[in-house]
């Protein structure tokens, strides 16, 4: 019977990738948020000299990966086009984020909120 094992090089070299986010990759502390959840993020944006503080409000629609490497997206209504955004967990133009109303899914990504308009786009509220 043949076993397969990962090479010893790999294995070493992400546990040095993974001991460098943990040491060096500075973790900023946001509220805890997930998939159906409406959040405020306030980020920075620089304009040659000038730096502006701009907000980007919807309902959260999936948390990606893990570590220094996380990212999520945010998808809001512009009229009768949506926008998405995705923003990574760590980008230091990210001011704060505010949790505006838990919403109650039963999907971790819920990409079938794209096609829904009306009142089904509509997320329950959960209790607190």
Known sequence: MLIYE???????MENLVKFVQDEFVTKKEFPHFQAGDTITVYYEIREGEKTRTQFFRG????RRGSGSSETFTIRKMSGTIGVERI???NLPAIQKIEVNKQGKVRRARIFYF????GKKAKIKERRR
């Open 87 to 89: 923003f990574p967990v």
């Open 59 to 62: 309902v959260v629609i999936q």
């Open 114 to 117: 794209r096609g829904l308009t």
């Open 6 to 12: 990962k090479p010893i090089k790999k294995l070493k």
